[in-house]
């Protein structure tokens, strides 16, 4: 990496564990800003532990986890979405009992010096279906819709940094082209991305830069063409 490379995000030796189980083993990780990092690897190498470890969701055993310079290894996961860092969670975990609208007001907070302000009407730009739905009740939309709707509610948390975990497990191709073009219109507009993301065609094409998990560590960090033409590192990391 670039010398004169200073991260937005960095988490540096990062250990995590789960009882008796060491989980992460060191793991260092950056993200720059306005950049988009995928975090690939096999089921069990420690990619959604890294990201609930950076949210407060986990507690580190040890390691830092710095926004702007900013500790934030330890600290609660509110005061981490203040300072600049939101969170999309795997199981969506939308307010079933509010409607549309109710959940993204509830994702609505002020934005950190420097970041983007987003508005509900943007959130309908990307996905129409949700302002159709907007006084619908969470819990009655599609799997598919409440991908979007968390989304939507993170990001109008106006963040720094967006930790996006698994967003396309289980939709329709449409739908995964709708939020692969979210996350790109993200970054266009200066938001920084840590994306989990098991389909490695979407990782690489919304990416600008990879880091490959594997064992609970960091075992390959580059720019998406660089692991594609690596066929080693794929078979070895990557394959089922």
């Not at 960091?218 to 394959?239: C, D, H, K, T, Y």
């Amino acid at each position: 990496m670039n010398a004169a490379y200073t991260p937005l995000l960095d988490v540096e030796n990062l250990h995590v564990h789960y009882g008796k189980s060491h989980v992460l083993h060191g793991v260092d990780l950056r993200v720059g800003g306005k950049e988009v990092v995928s975090l690939v690897g096999r089921n069990g190498s420690g990619r959604s532990t890294t990201m609930k470890a950076i949210m407060g969701l986990v507690a580190p055993t040890s390691g830092r986890i710095r926004l702007r310079e900013r500790e934030l290894a330890g600290a609660r996961p509110y005061t981490i979405c203040r300072a600049g860092i939101a969170y999309v969670p795997e199981a969506r975990e939308v307010f079933a009992n509010l409607t549309v609208d109710e959940n993204l007001r509830m994702g609505e907070q002020a934005a950190v010096e420097g970041a983007h302000r987003w508005t509900i009407e943007q959130m309908f730009d990307y996905f129409p279906r949700l302002k159709e739905r907007r006084n619908t009740r969470a819990g009655s939309l599609s799997g598919g819709e409440q991908q979007m709707l968390t989304m939507c509610r993170s990001l109008l948390g106006n963040p720094l940094v967006i930790l996006i975990d698994e967003p396309t497990e289980g939709l329709a191709p449409k739908i995964v082209a709708q939020v692969g073009e979210c996350i790109q219109d993200m970054h266009r507009k200066g938001v920084s991305v840590l994306l989990v993301e098991q389909k490695l065609t979407i990782a690489l094409k919304v990416s600008t830069r990879v880091c490959v998990m594997g064992h609970g560590r960091i075992v390959f960090e580059g720019r998406p063409e660089e692991l594609e033409s690596n066929e080693a590192l794929v078979s070895q990391w990557l394959a089922v």
